[in-house]
């Protein structure tokens, strides 16, 4: 099982992951997830203490908000 299967497949039982672990689940790179959380593009990131977690649900509905807005390819 390879290193980001490993990742993802924790993200089935974690509530809150890390930024590098929400920047995975979106094909965004670290500092692109970063710069989301941020600027409160990225749904779900909370600040606890000195660290950013993102809620796994939040990012997972907003996920599935953007994919219901992609337009349809003909």
Known sequence: MSREQTLLDATQRQLLVRIPVAAK???VSRAKAHAMAASGQLPGAIRLGGSVR???DAL????QQ???TLPVRK
């Open 25 to 27: 689940m979106i094909s």
């Open 54 to 56: 993102v809620s796994v």
């Open 60 to 63: 997972r509905d907003w996920i």
């Open 66 to 68: 953007q994919v219901g």
